[in-house]
């Protein structure tokens, strides 16, 4: 009988040991997934937190290039400002040399008619350059007063109703430039 209850023994320190050792692996499994479970919550978390940075990174580029766009334009604009005029002053330097050349020759000769030819020509090509550049003259022969293009300046009675509200004589030529007026004609007009 000894050795029977000795068996039960060694069975029961076994199934104890057993029970030890099952509830030691429930306990680190437990705590395996207490950990994981800590784990998945951080990793919510950081991940968050990592989108954060990546926004902010993404934030403070944008700025910076925006910055950088808003410099860069101004010193664009500061040089077309400073700079704007250089197409109308080359050419209108031409002009300026057949100018001096006109006035050269002038005090060669004693000729009216040849000095005046010279001026006709010099305008000529003064009115092309301020034609290449969109300066145009507002026609005002015969035309109806218009005080988009005209300033009236006149008003010239007894002219006939056909005259009525037509410019009569420009006194001064308007210009535009592109269709938009940069100095109206000064014109009389019939009353």
Do not use: W
């Not at 968050?48 to 926004?55: D, F, P, V």
């Not at 604009?77 to 080359?90: C, H, P, T």
């Not at 090509?125 to 026609?139: G, N, Q, Y």
């Amino acid at each position: 009988m000894k050795e029977e209850e000795i068996k039960n023994m060694e069975e029961e320190e076994n199934l104890d040991s057993v029970e030890n050792a099952e509830a030691q692996e429930n306990a680190e499994a437990q705590e395996n997934a207490k950990k994981c479970e800590s784990e998945t919550e951080k990793d919510p978390l950081e991940a968050a937190q990592e989108e954060i940075e990546q926004l902010k990174d993404k934030y403070l580029r944008s700025v910076a290039e925006f910055d950088n766009y808003r410099k860069r334009t101004l010193k664009e604009k500061a040089e077309l400002i400073l700079n704007g005029g250089e197409k109308a002053v080359l050419a209108i330097l031409p002009v300026i040399d057949d100018m001096e050349r006109a006035i050269e020759n002038g005090k060669k000769t004693d000729d009216p008619c040849v000095l005046r030819e010279g001026m006709e020509l010099i305008y000529q090509k003064f009115i092309k350059a301020l034609e290449s550049l969109s300066v145009k003259k507002i026609d005002t022969d015969g035309t109806d007063f218009n005080t988009d293009l005209h300033e009236a300046v006149a008003m010239v009675p007894g002219m006939g109703d056909d005259k009525k509200g037509k410019v009569i004589d420009c006194l001064q030529t308007g210009y535009q430039l592109n269709d938009k007026v940069i100095r109206h004609a000064k014109v009389a007009v019939g009353q």
